[in-house]
């Protein structure tokens, strides 16, 4: 692929993305930026804390090769009029959580034609920030397409937006953002789902645990540091119960709603 094909809408936000982030002064700390494939179809798998996490993978990957990630997202955002509207603009995919095959065959179309795909395999922002348990789908649509897994960590954007806490202009303000890129993980087709995620899951964590022991940050005390490393956010556990009273209040207020 030599040309690239000018995309207006995905321009727009990359320019805004970019005045934003650098009108924070959020710092990039990048290893293993190589590793990420100038052509052809790939799936990043992200690590997920915060909601810039999209944004601000996107800007990193563009500054390295000027590639756009497509990436999988809630179909709940896809249902909002204008966000909606950009989201299809910048052909993102549309993943509805309770009927996930549909936007399975969307993403094999998108790897195949050689497109850069995004992935949350964690399904969601988890407060406790640590790795959680993934969903298989990740590395069964790289082995179903063919192509490699590329396993990012990306540390401290969470600190600019994240679950269940108001942003601050305080805490983005030259916020340090790290993103350790893994070596592209290639899956072995004829294994078992299951155990290949596994796999990956422990590459997210070592990944992860690098950018932390680099972060210029010291985090003991801060609501954004795990538990686990002296920070004050709830422990996976306390996560956990958290996200399942978040679920049934949301369940609730649907049944209500009908
Ligand atoms: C300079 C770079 C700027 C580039 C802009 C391109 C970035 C694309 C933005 C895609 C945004 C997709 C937003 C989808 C929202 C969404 O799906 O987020 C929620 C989940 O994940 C986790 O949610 P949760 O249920 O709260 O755990």
């Known amino acids: ?21 650098g009108g924070l002064g959020i710092k990039q700390i990048v290893t293993g930026a190589e590793n990420i494939p100038a052509t052809g179809g790939a799936v990043l798998a992200i690590t997920h804390f915060g909601y810039m996490d999209f ?26 009029p204008v966000v909606g509207w950009l989201l299809r603009g910048m052909r993102h995919i549309s993943v509805d959580m309770k009927a996930g095959a549909e936007a399975f065959s969307q993403a094999i179309v998108a790897l195949r034609k ?43 954007g969470h600190r600019l937006l994240t679950k269940g806490r108001k942003p601050s202009l305080r805490e983005a303000f030259r916020t340090p953002v790290s993103f350790a890129v893994g ?9 078992d ?9 422990k590459t997210l964590e070592s990944l992860l645990e690098s950018a932390q022991a680099a972060y ?17 956010a709830p422990t996976p556990e306390e996560a956990a119960v958290m996200e399942a009273e978040r679920q049934r209040q949301k369940a609730a207020a649907e049944a209500e709603s009908r």
């Not at 990436?71 to 249902?79: S, T």
């Not at 070596?183 to 294994?191: E, G, I, N, R, Y």
């Open 183 to 191: 070596s592209a993980f290639l899956v072995d087709s004829t294994a």
């Open 216 to 232: 210029p940050v010291d985090g003991r005390g801060k609501w954004w540091q795990p538990a686990h490393l002296g920070g004050a």
């Open 114 to 156: 050689g497109e850069m795909l995004g992935v949350f395999p964690e399904a969601g922002v988890n407060r406790s920030f640590t790795v959680r348990e993934l969903k298989t789908g990740t590395v069964r649509m790289a082995a179903e397409a063919g192509v490699p897994v590329i396993p990012i960590a990306v540390w401290g």
């Open 1 to 21: 692929m030599s040309t690239r094909p000018s995309e207006p809408v995905y321009s727009t936000a990359i320019a805004a993305g970019r005045t934003l982030f």
């Open 193 to 201: 789902a299951k155990e290949s995620t596994i796999a990956l899951r």
């Open 55 to 80: 944004a601000l993978t996107e800007w990193m990957v563009w500054g390295r090769n000027r590639r756009r990630i497509r990436f999988m997202a809630k179909k709940g955002a896809f249902d909002k």
